[in-house]
């Protein structure tokens, strides 16, 4: 299995843009982080939007690539994302993803997204990746 | 109605961060495009899901305020994004939005994203928004 | 609270046609069965996608009920579901809704969705329903 | 290419059950007609939810059977519906589906679903199929 520290590393490396860090991976199952700061938020005091979608895609991705190994080649095919709450504007976004489902040529899993320390959820994903058929 | 260059100026003041410009706006209808540079790429030579979705996001914005008035609390409130085709790294993303009804406390449309000049779409998305009862 | 008895009277006199019984309300979930016979069938001997539809929604309807009172004119606004496993032909379709909100006009959950005994979804949906503003 | 008796007559030998008919096939693009009568309908005169989600399902399993041949393995992979406006209870449902991409083993398209005579759409859906690999 791959362990956190191989999955940052790999997200860096692919993603040096990011600013999503993964604090935990289960065996169906990512915690991500996404840094809020000043580019991350939009007026009213909030995180846009674009943030959340972001967090939730990559928590989706830590999510498989835990499952299934560091498969650069697995894309989103699809996000349904609600936005639920107002997002506080001076706290991180976490992300906890649960998968549904690991198939051979598509995975698909939900995410819960929350501003950090507080337990009602700002927004919820569902979102399906394909699975490049190569793998080993 | 509002103008094409009222709703870029309301842009920049509102979301300082963009790098979406409405490039069109008609009675129920939008044009945005997203600049694509080394920000807006992942590994493998494509445009990143969040670049896609944040254009999807902002044609819906752009079309329903176009429709009802610079109404800064309008908020999203649901996204479905479906990814089709592999955007290319040097094109612009262009989102095309058709709203399919907007009610008094809810709006609703569908984008067809492309990278510029390609006429196969490369997402396909379908947004909610919240619209505040104050409005006038 | 609503008890079980008088959802599942309400749901007799307000849908005749369903098929469909509530076996548990909590205080932001409910748990429903749907009868699976011939008319549920589709070849292939597998549960129809419709009918995995009709579970989903009854069920979202059903916990939002239980939460909010017995207010007939809670309508569905959108349902998202994804097909994950095929379902058994010979045992019923079970749905099990978990809300993560209720807010004054809007509703919104996630349902998955069994064949009886099998702990593996055969779908997931996510819905939300538009609550009207006469409720006391 | 398949034509709209042979669809039909397809239909009937697979989907003994359905309400449903093709009234028109396209290249990439289908029109089904869905029954409206008592069964259909749900308090408050108005036709049911799931009535609206089979016709949006059926439109998009048309069109891309006409576009790929009567392969009946062809499965739902998703579907995602918003409800828009409360359909006329004593007219028939009419879903336009038009395909967006069908490529070697996934296929996706939008439907807009009318009550028959009315240029509003009543709900709007987007569906994805899984194609199975062995056509030929």
Chains 1, 2, 3, 4 share one sequence.
Not at 22 to 35: C, P, Q
Not at 39 to 50: A, I, Q, W, Y
Not at 87 to 102: M, N, S, T, Y
């Amino acid at each position: 299995m791959v362990s956190k520290e191989e999955m940052n590393q790999f997200f860096r490396a692919e993603f040096p843009q990011t600013k999503c860090t993964v604090e935990a991976l289960g065996e169906m199952s990512a915690r991500v982080r996404h840094k809020v700061g000043f580019e991350e938020l939009r007026p009213g005091g909030t995180v846009s939007g674009p943030v959340l979608m972001t967090t939730a895609d990559v928590a989706l991705y830590a999510a498989i690539l835990g499952k299934i190994g560091l498969v650069a080649l697995t894309v989103t095919t699809s996000l349904t994302i609600n936005f639920l709450r107002k997002p506080a504007a001076d706290r991180d976004i976490i992300g906890e993803c649960q998968l549904l489902k690991v198939g051979r040529s598509l995975a698909i899993g939900e995410v819960a997204l929350y501003s950090e320390g507080d337990s009602a959820p700002v927004a919820h994903a569902v979102g399906t990746y394909s699975i490049p058929p190569a793998r080993s």
